[in-house]
């Protein structure tokens, strides 16, 4: 896993193939913190009327780092949380996580407000393409959103 | 001069990379047309995505307007898809 982390309790992260499920705890869990909320997202076995078997994640991973250490750092900035985020880079199968958000506060508005923001930034800013593989195999890339800067 | 630009997201389809010829002292827009005239050619479906498309220099996205000193390579972002 390639990662970006900062004292002011975030932790970000790049994987190949499917996200793990099971490593963010360690990274939210705070004495002080009594709700914890999550986001998983999964790859789905249909989109737009379509079949599909799989995703691959096209990633510029430089960017994509600092995309996601920026939206960490905004976030942790205006909420009370500590924040774990990671995405996958290349093949992920229907069922599996591609993308495991987690964020802890004392109370839960702020992680969930925290949880929403992430991943309705990360679906804009972050540099990460999707090419959508059918169970025949064929294959097509799905359209976005522009971050073009001027 | 010569600038490669590294395909990402749906330009794969295209090519790995391109590499395009500019006058000296160009910006980022001058990359921007020199690959719409070889996209017009050669995969003219691809020219709205191109004109929604950002350019980075490593971890950099920059503005049609920014100067390219100094720069051999950048790389092409199509609209974004990530989650």
Redesign the interface.
């Known amino acids: 896993m390639r990662i970006t982390q900062s004292e002011d309790g975030w932790f970000c992260g790049l994987v190949d193939g499917p996200c793990p499920t099971d490593q963010w705890l360690v990274h939210v869990e705070d004495p002080g913190h009594g709700a914890i909320n999550t986001f998983y997202g999964v790859v789905r076995n249909h989109n737009e009327g379509q079949a599909a078997a799989s995703v691959d994640y096209d990633v510029h991973e430089g960017l994509a780092l600092k995309s996601l250490a920026a939206l960490c750092t905004e976030i942790v900035a205006s909420l009370p949380v500590r924040l774990y985020v990671i995405h996958s880079c290349g093949m992920v199968a229907v069922g599996e996580a591609s993308v495991v958000i987690a964020a802890s506060s004392a109370h839960r508005a702020e992680a969930f407000e925290a949880t929403r923001r992430c991943i309705d930034q990360l679906k804009i800013r972050v540099p990460i393409w999707k090419r959508e593989i059918a169970p025949d195999q064929s294959d097509r890339w799905l359209d976005g959103h522009t971050i073009r800067v001027d | 001069m010569q600038i490669r630009v590294m395909a ?3 330009f ?2 295209v090519a790995a990379e391109f590499v395009v010829d500019i006058r000296d002292n160009a910006c980022v827009r001058d990359v921007r047309e020199a690959l719409e005239s070889r996209l017009s050619v050669e995969s003219s479906g691809m020219l709205d ?1 191109l004109a ?3 350019f ?1 220099q ?8 920014d100067p390219l000193i100094e720069v051999d390579c950048l ?1 092409i ?7």
Do not use: E, I, N
């Open positions: 990402l997201g749906v794969r389809t995505t929604r498309s950002a980075a490593d971890d950099m996205v920059l503005k049609d307007s790389s972002l199509p609209p974004v898809a990530g989650g």
